[in-house]
C-alpha cells in the first residue's frame, strides 16, 4: 500500500459511500474501530472506472471521468490488460453464475487499484449504454439465465 497521511474508513457490509470516513493516522490511532471496518489508504485518483462481467464473460466498463462527478458515467473503452486485470477478481470470486461489477481506480500513474467486487447487487447503469451493448447484455443474462 502506498504511504499516505490519509486514510478511509468504511464497514465491510456498506455500499454507497454510507458510513465513509476519512482520517489523518493520529485520528485513525485514536478510534476504536471493530472488525466490521476496512481500513483503506487514501489514495488521489485520476477516476474511478467498473467492469460489468456475466458469469465470466466481460461485457462492458463505463467510468466517471470526473471524480467529482462520480456517478456522470460514460462507456469506456478498455485495454485488454485492464479486462485481464478485473477478470482476475471474477475468476478469484466464488461466484460461478451471476452478474458482477469490478470498481477500480486509475492512479496518476496509470495503475488500476481495485476498489470494490460487487456481486450482490450491481447497479448496471444500462442507460448510460447503447442499444447495441444493451441487447448484447440482455441476450447473455437470458443465456446465462437458461443456463443455469
Known sequence: MPETDTYVIKPKEGADSIGLEFLTEEELIKRDLDNDILIQPAIDFEYEVSFYFINDKFEYALYAPNKEERWKLEKYSP??????????FIEWNTIENGIQRVDACKTKDGELLLMELEDLNPYLSLLELDEE?????VSDLVDAINNL
Open 133 to 137: 451493448t444493451v441487447e448484447i447484455f
Open 79 to 88: 485495454s485488454i490488460g485492464e479486462i485481464e486485470f478485473a477478470k482476475g
